[in-house]
């Protein structure tokens, strides 16, 4: 079971309370998780911002790469996605940016890459091809050949329902219909969960079911490493 945790960025200073109380709950209960990290906050971001990513990094979770901006580029006079409408040139320079600020500000790899929005098009793997570190690719929905080890989406199976609300009995009736798979990976955003303290109580819900199941909880690039 792979933990998607979606959109970490840098707010007023500070490392958002959604996020920590996820990574409190996730170390006291010795579970894996994969920080989604929106890679130009490492520009503006101060040096407490950077250790409490490092930190994570040093507990076993994996920090992965959520694109540059998270934006939406204004394209022929239309708003697209970072990776979905854009070219080529657009989308490797936004993908090595983030990866060389993580280097520089970090000291991290980033090995997986996870699109905003789980948005891409045809240049995307083209565009991961040119950066042999990233390993493995989270949901990718497109049908373009790529050399990354792609880690599926299941709809079905998800933390939210809707997306930011989590809800432990549909995840759970998902889990059900798909626990013979060999991997789920579920996606969540941890940022959401604070202002209705009842959404953290249901992710809570997920992770302890999930325990009591025996599940084995890992990360993207532990599980491509496991494969080869």
Not at 46 to 55: E, G, H, L, P, V
Not at 201 to 214: G, Q, T, Y
């Given at each position: ?13 500070l490392v958002h309370p959604g996020w ?144 930011h609300v989590p809800d432990f009995l ?16 579920i996606q969540g955003h941890p940022r ?37």
């Amino acid at each position: 079971m792979i933990l998607k945790l979606d959109d970490l960025w840098y707010e007023d200073g500070l490392v958002h309370p959604g996020w920590v109380q996820v990574f409190q709950f996730l170390k006291e209960e010795e579970v894996q998780g994969t920080i989604g990290l929106v890679c130009n906050s490492l520009e503006e971001g101060r040096d407490a911002y950077f250790q409490w990513i490092k930190d994570r990094k040093s507990e076993g979770h994996e920090v992965w790469h959520h694109g540059y901006c998270h934006c939406k580029p204004v394209v022929k006079e239309k708003a697209e996605r970072e990776f979905r409408g854009t070219d080529y040139t657009y989308q490797y320079e936004h993908l090595s940016r983030a990866s060389e600020l993580a280097k520089e500000k970090l000291g991290i790899t980033l090995r997986t890459f996870g699109a905003p929005y789980n948005s891409t098009n045809e240049h995307t793997a083209k565009a991961l091809d040119s950066l042999p570190e990233i390993k493995v690719w989270l949901y990718k929905e497109t049908t373009v050949p790529t050399s990354k080890q792609v880690l599926k989406r299941i709809p079905e199976v998800n933390i939210e329902y809707p997306v930011h609300v989590p809800d432990f009995l549909k995840f759970k009736e998902g889990y059900e219909k798909y626990r013979s798979e060999k991997l789920l990976v579920i996606q969540g955003h941890p940022r959401s969960w604070v202002e209705n303290p009842e959404r953290f109580e249901e992710f809570k819900r997920i992770v302890l079911f999930l325990k009591s199941e025996k599940v084995r909880f890992t990360t993207p690039y532990d599980y491509h490493m496991g494969m080869e």
